[in-house]
DNA sequence: TGTTAGCACTCAATGTAACCGAGTGCTAAT
DNA sequence: ATTAGCACTCGGTTACATTGAGTGCTAACA
């Protein structure tokens, strides 16, 4: 373990270097920060912790770098507290307080807020639809041969999808089919509705002879209602970063964000009940290794919802946001909780 | 009027700074294309050419560079035609018939095509649901105080909104308010749902006593349904354009892309029938002068209903892209007369 | 008279050398 | 154990010469 001066002057080198991107030296260091001893002291310092793997040298005579194990030790322990100021709150809460929107403008919102304050790029991920309570599920008529249907949820989420309707079915049997569908499916999460429960609708619609396409219709809609959405929030926030001054740079990192499934795998990847940092090289997709992730799950009723993150150089104010995203969280939840989210 | 060789000699240098994004000088010019004249001939055909404002020099002994006034001149009549090829359309109409979607998957997925065929910036506004005709208004509660109304058109575009009930109301009410509405508008065209529609629709509901929340709740609803929608593609593209390679350009660039509003108002710009090429500093807004933007409308039954438009450098493939945007054009317009779009 | 070869000239880009300065590592003094 | 001092390193900057693609002009030519 490091002893406590030690500790010092990793968080200062950190705190610098999170600053100003620039390597930090030892004269610099003792001129900005008082750590009472002279740079030679703090040389042998950066050296000592240069032998035990925290900080990096690029050459000699150039300052030192935080390396992956040094941020994960500043993480782990050094970070300095730096809550969400009472500006940022009021702005934050006026928002959320500002009028019902639907729930997707709440989430697309909060990626916008997260990234605006963080100057970085945040993701946020949104409950499955299938995790919220079956509401209706309606069939409107389209044109001869398309019905349009409506899936909605106590969230307040509605997702719609084009159906072609089977050769020879007629809009009634779908008005019927709706009427068996939603008896059944009253009140139920969407993720619950089972085998069992289709098997019901299938014994009902039956005897009307459209059993063949009933099942399919039915799980269609539910399918489409099983994608987890992912909103984006400062991509071009993400250009002000020193480290995001070659195009290639910028190019690789948006054309990783624009995969969407690739970035739900990532998020995917944490779990954790609080806040989790994963720094550089600790993240599984190459691509962002140069990057540090930190993800916060929020939940109701111990159930995983969702999940909010910040995506930036390593070099990130790391206590900012996730200062930040502690708080988001704590709101979003509160949003769900009043919105009368069922799991 | 400019001669023939003339004509000819500008044409080359524009395709050459195209192709090349380099200055063209005289020697290289008469090695590609051959012009049947000496390197010195073409000099000075450059030199009357620069005279005349159709090329530029950045200081003696560079390349000539095109101007705007060479664009325009270009676009206007020397522009090589440059199909769409037989591959690409294969491409493109393969996407266009694959399955029935959501209306709102298509004008994502013709942005994405266009922008990933041009390497660039892609724009596509889609008509306001307004022009669509009204199918239906449906009232679903929410929780006690809420409601969500659905609003469906004919082009399968579904417009969602939560509605706060005023206190006192019952969901009986909204019910009942539902079904007057949708018999007064049944077949009508949102847009032209008139202060006389609603006039009835109003004298109709006076005696239930909901009168005064009444209004506001279908205008609420209307409004929402008057957004166009804007779909963006290729906003990664463009960090290939060499033009693109300094950040400061390409944060300037997607911040105003950003802004919604602002390129709605760039797009609505050009309204005219055909294609519209808006060149460098014809650019009214003063943050895209370094760009050209071409637009191509699309319209029903004489009505203007949206704007497919392509974003990219002054120096861009205009043949490409016009004959593009051509296509996909009649690829749209087929694709909305076959969703019984409603004017 | 229009075209072309030749040539002097220009200027961005590239390469090279010198220098500066922030920073280190080591040693000796405190 | 700490620190002052000093030699050394190396990226970054400046200055300067070189190169090469390109022009403009003039004189010769068809």
């Not at 703090?42 to 990096?56: H, K, P, Q, V």
């Not at 008896?183 to 299938?202: D, F, H, N, P, Y």
């Not at 190019?251 to 550089?280: P, S």
């Not at 929020?298 to 946001?321: C, Q």
Request: proline residues 3%; negative net charge.
């Amino acid at each position: 373990m490091l002893d406590e001066r030690k500790r010092r002057v990793l968080q200062a080198v950190i705190d610098d270097y999170i600053a100003s991107a620039e390597p930090v030296g030892s004269r610099a260091l003792a001129r900005k920060h008082d750590l009472g001893v002279s740079p030679a002291t703090i040389r042998n310092e950066m050296a000592d912790l240069e032998m035990l793997g925290y900080l990096e040298h690029i050459h000699t005579s150039s300052g030192r770098v935080p390396s992956a194990k040094g941020y994960r030790f500043y993480v782990d322990g050094l970070i300095p507290p730096k809550p969400v100021s009472d500006e940022e709150k009021v702005l934050i809460d006026r928002w959320y307080q500002a009028r019902v929107k639907r729930i997707d403008e709440v989430f697309q919102e909060t990626a916008r807020l997260i990234s605006k304050m963080t100057r970085n790029v945040s993701l946020v991920l949104a409950p499955q639809v299938s995790q919220a309570a079956f509401r209706c599920l309606q069939f409107l008529p389209l044109d001869d041969h398309r019905v349009i249907t409506v899936l909605m949820t106590d969230a307040g989420f509605v997702e719609n999808k084009i159906l072609e309707m089977p050769d020879g079915a007629e809009f009634e049997d779908f008005q019927r089919m709706a009427r068996v569908i939603n008896r059944v499916l009253a009140g139920k999460t969407i993720r619950s509705i089972s085998e069992s429960s289709l098997q019901m609708i299938e014994d009902e619609i039956q005897d009307s002879g459209l059993y063949a396409s009933a099942l399919e219709v039915i799980q269609r809609a539910l399918d489409a209602s099983k994608k987890e959405r992912l909103y984006l929030g400062g991509t071009t926030m993400m250009l002000e970063q020193p480290e995001f001054h070659d195009v290639e740079k910028v190019k690789n990192l948006l054309l990783v964000l624009e995969e969407e499934e690739l970035v739900k795998d990532i998020l995917h990847a944490h779990t954790g009940r609080g806040l989790e940092v994963t720094i550089g090289r600790e993240n599984e997709n190459s691509s962002i290794q140069d990057c540090s992730i930190i993800t916060a799950t929020y939940h109701l009723d111990g159930e995983l919802l969702g999940t909010l993150a910040v995506l930036g150089p390593t070099r990130m104010e790391y206590s900012k946001a996730m200062s930040l995203l502690e708080y988001m969280n704590t709101n979003i939840s509160e949003v769900i909780r009043k919105y009368h989210w069922k799991v």
